[in-house]
Nanobody, 123 residues
Framework: VQLQAYGGGLVQAGGCLRLSCAASGRTFSNYGMGWFRQAPRKEREFVATISWIGGSTYYADSVKGRFTISRDNAKNTLYLQMNSLKPEDTAVYYC?????????????????WGQGTLVTVSS
């Protein structure tokens, strides 16, 4: 499956953004999906994950209550609604897909990755 993330940009602290990830090539609903991020000079870290029909979600503690992951299988699209953004949320955000359909917070369990979209939060 090919993944294309978009929707990043520059936003002030306290603002919001919605990231999207368009999937193509395989049956989108067969995959568990996740969002990860990588800040400068830091390792890639887990943000959120969602199961194949969206019945199960899981978030990193740092974003819980501020970010919402969702998916529209009819549109082959994954979303990340980000509210109350903080400067520490600044990073390149990546979407990823894993065969099997269940959730996961570990990078090594994902089989396909998008190219990333940059989110910059100014203070």
């Amino acid at each position: 499956v090919q993944l294309q993330a978009y929707g990043g940009g520059l936003v002030q602290a306290g603002g919001c953004l919605r990231l999207s990830c368009a999937a193509s090539g395989r049956t989108f609903s067969n995959y568990g999906m996740g969002w990860f991020r990588q800040a400068p000079r830091k390792e890639r870290e887990f943000v959120a994950t969602i199961s194949w029909i969206g019945g199960s979600t899981y978030y990193a503690d740092s974003v819980k209550g501020r970010f919402t992951i969702s998916r529209d299988n009819a549109k082959n699209t994954l979303y990340l609604q980000m509210n109350s953004l903080k400067p520490e949320d600044t990073a390149v955000y990546y979407c990823a897909a894993r065969v099997g359909g269940v959730t996961s917070s570990t990078t090594t369990s994902y089989d396909y990755w998008g190219q990333g979209t940059l989110v910059t939060v100014s203070s």
